[in-house]
């Protein structure tokens, strides 16, 4: 932290949202921010021209980099500043991606101003922040064991988000119907889920599928 101010990077790739939140930081004794960044990559390099104690990070940024990978890029680096993930996005996938690549914190977008700055000043201080909702979905994520569905099991949750019928998908992989339904129900046991479309939404939250 540089002295008792600090140097914020905002990564965004919508301008109102960043011009929303410089208006609110900016706003606050001590809090500088110093730059604007669009992609990841222009917050790569950013850091290393502004030298920002903590960067504000979007997940999703368009084309390139997104924001996790920006993050595991920076955590990676010596002395590295302290990312907050500040998005509109909370899947399990979503989290994990971003705790994983080193942020400090993750909020979410609809955060009151008042739990952005503190998130801010607190990140800086080496604690880390996590909205109220995601620290709960995490601390479940723990407790419960990971789910793990085969290379096969996988493939058919795929072509069911596809919108594939069974006997499409028994065509598609040259199976028969049977042997497609055996392995839904197989997933549908270790997802916990009663249907096609809450197979999927599962999937999808878990990051087993895209």
């Known amino acids: 932290m540089t002295g008792e101010r600090l140097r914020i990077l905002l990564v965004d790739d919508h301008p109102v949202v960043r011009a929303g939140m410089r208006a609110l930081l900016s706003s606050h004794e001590g809090l500088d921010v110093v730059a604007e960044a669009s992609s990841g ?7 290393d021209s502004e030298r920002p104690d903590v960067v504000l990070m979007d997940l999703r940024l368009g084309e390139g980099m997104d924001g996790a990978q920006a993050t595991a890029a920076l955590s990676a680096r010596p002395d590295p500043p302290r990312v907050v993930v500040l998005t509109t996005y909370d899947t399990d996938a979503d ?3 971003a705790v994983e690549a080193g942020a400090a914190g993750y909020l979410l977008k609809d955060s009151d101003p008042a739990v952005l700055v503190d998130a801010v000043w607190a990140a800086a201080r080496g604690e880390t922040v996590l909205n109220p909702d995601v620290a709960q979905r995490l601390f479940q994520r723990i407790r419960s064991p990971r789910v793990e569905l085969s290379s096969r099991e996988t493939e058919i949750v795929a072509l069911v988000a596809r919108g594939l019928s069974n006997r499409a998908i028994a065509k598609e992989l040259f199976v028969t119907e049977a042997t497609v339904k055996s392995h839904l129900v197989h997933v549908f046991s270790k997802l916990e889920v009663d249907s096609r479309t809450a197979a999927v939404a599962a999937a999808r939250e878990r990051g087993l599928i895209t």
Do not use: G, W
């Not at 990559?41 to 850091?47: M, N, P």
């Open 41 to 47: 990559e222009q917050a790569l390099e950013l850091v």
């Open 95 to 97: 989290i994990l991606r």
